[in-house]
């Protein structure tokens, strides 16, 4: 989600607009998980794309390791766009 243009509020200088949040805005706080994934559920595009999400409240836990062998052996297509974020894991 983009969030429109903002308005400078406040001082501007040298380029560096400073803003401060207008409490007034649409654009809420992210105070809650449903806040996070309400807006990412209804995410659509122009030619036809939907989103589903959710929220998956189960506990995982924490700590564990992998490790780079263990990574390495993942089937892993990298994107070019930040690959180290962005990839596909085939399936085997």
């Known amino acids: 989600m983009v969030s429109p243009e903002p308005t400078c509020h ?3 200088f040298e380029g560096v607009q400073v803003y401060f949040c207008d409490p007034h805005s649409p654009w809420q706080p992210l105070e ?3 806040a996070v994934v309400r807006p990412i559920a209804a995410t659509t595009t122009h030619t036809g794309l939907a989103i589903q999400a ?3 409240d189960a506990d995982y836990p924490a ?3 992998i490790s780079d062998e263990q990574m390495a052996g993942l089937p892993l297509d990298r ?9 596909t ?3 085997e």
């Open 10 to 12: 406040g001082a501007c």
């Open 32 to 34: 809650s998980h449903e």
């Open 54 to 56: 959710e929220l998956d």
């Open 63 to 65: 700590g564990i390791k």
């Open 79 to 87: 994107h070019t766009f930040h690959g180290d974020w962005n990839h």
């Open 89 to 91: 894991l085939r399936p």
